[in-house]
C-alpha cells in the first residue's frame, strides 16, 4: 500500500464544454482475420479497408505473409492482399507467433491442415494455456498430423495433409472457430465438406467464402444449421469493408 501521506486529493469540476468531434469505430476483429486468411487463398490482389489494426490481427498478417502472401498496410486500416490460390501456401522459414489471439491459432489450424507443408504455431503466455484439441482432433480425419503439448496445448506442430479428405462434422458444442476451421480445411479437399452446427454461431465465414466465389449452401433442421462447402474452389480477390465493430464503439458513444 502507498503512502496515504503523498496521496493528493480528487477534484471535479463542470467541463468547460460540450464533447464534440467525429471519431472511426475500429474494424470488426472476425472479419479482419478473416480477410487477410482469404485474400491469401485468393487468386490476385485483394483490397482491404476498415482492418483493425490491433495486435490479434497484426499476428495473421505476419502469418500471411510468411505463408507466401503479399500483405502490405497502404495507409490507416488499408491492406492489399495478393494471394496464390488454393493449396498455394508456402512452408514458413520460422515458427508463427499468434501472440494472444486465439482466432487466429485455431481458424490457421485449419488453413494448414489443407496444405503439404510443415509448420510449428505458438503464442504468448495466456495462448499458449488454452486447449487446440477442438479444433485438432476434428481436423486431423483430414489426414493432417498434429503434435501438441499436453492437453492439446500449444506449441503446436502441423504436417499438412498431401491430399486431404473433406469432413462431415457434427459441432458438439456451438463454435463459430470450429465451424470455420473445418471449412478452411475442406477449401483443399475433393468433395463436399459438411459441418452440422446445433444451434447457428456467426456467419463471417460462410458469408466471406461466397464473397470470394466459392459455393457453399447453408440448411436448417430445426435449431441445427447445416453448412455445406464445395472443395477446391477457385477463389478470386474481391475487396473487403471491415465493418465498424458496434462493442468497440461502446467508449465513445458513452462519452
Not at 469432413?167 to 476451421?181: E, G, I, T
Not at 479437399?189 to 452446427?197: F, L, N, P
Request: charged share 20%; glycine share 12%.
Amino acid at each position: 500500500m502507498g503512502d496515504v501521506s503523498q496521496a493528493r486529493p480528487l477534484t471535479a469540476s463542470a467541463p468547460r464544454g460540450p464533447l464534440s468531434g467525429e471519431v472511426a469505430v475500429p474494424g470488426d476483429k472476425s472479419i479482419s482475420h478473416r480477410a487477410l486468411m482469404f485474400g491469401a487463398l485468393a487468386v490476385g490482389t485483394t483490397e482491404i479497408t476498415g482492418l483493425l489494426e490491433g495486435e490479434d490481427v497484426l499476428r495473421t498478417a505476419a502469418a500471411m505473409r510468411a505463408l507466401g502472401a503479399a500483405v502490405e498496410k497502404l495507409g490507416p486500416g488499408q491492406w492489399r492482399v495478393a494471394g496464390s490460390g488454393i493449396g498455394g501456401l508456402v512452408e514458413p522459414a520460422d515458427v508463427l507467433d499468434m501472440g494472444n489471439s486465439g482466432t487466429a491459432a485455431r481458424l490457421l489450424c485449419g488453413l494448414l491442415a489443407g496444405h503439404r507443408l510443415f509448420a510449428v504455431m505458438t503464442g504468448d503466455a495466456s495462448l499458449r494455456k488454452r486447449p487446440m484439441r477442438r479444433v485438432t482432433e476434428p481436423l486431423a480425419a483430414t489426414g493432417a498430423r498434429f503434435t501438441t503439448r499436453e492437453g492439446g496445448r500449444l506449441p503446436l506442430a502441423v504436417e499438412g495433409a498431401a491430399d486431404p479428405l473433406s469432413l462431415d462434422y457434427r459441432v458438439p458444442v456451438p463454435s463459430a472457430q470450429v465451424k470455420s476451421a473445418v471449412l478452411l480445411a475442406g477449401l483443399c479437399a475433393r468433395g463436399v465438406t459438411r459441418v452440422v452446427e446445433p444451434e447457428a454461431t456467426r456467419d463471417h465465414t460462410e458469408n466471406m467464402l461466397r464473397h470470394f466465389g466459392a459455393t457453399v449452401g447453408v440448411t436448417r433442421e430445426g435449431a441445427a444449421v447445416i453448412i455445406e462447402l464445395t472443395g477446391q474452389p477457385e477463389l478470386a480477390a474481391a475487396s473487403v469493408c471491415a465493418s465498424g465493430e458496434p462493442s468497440s464503439a461502446a467508449l465513445p458513444a458513452a462519452a
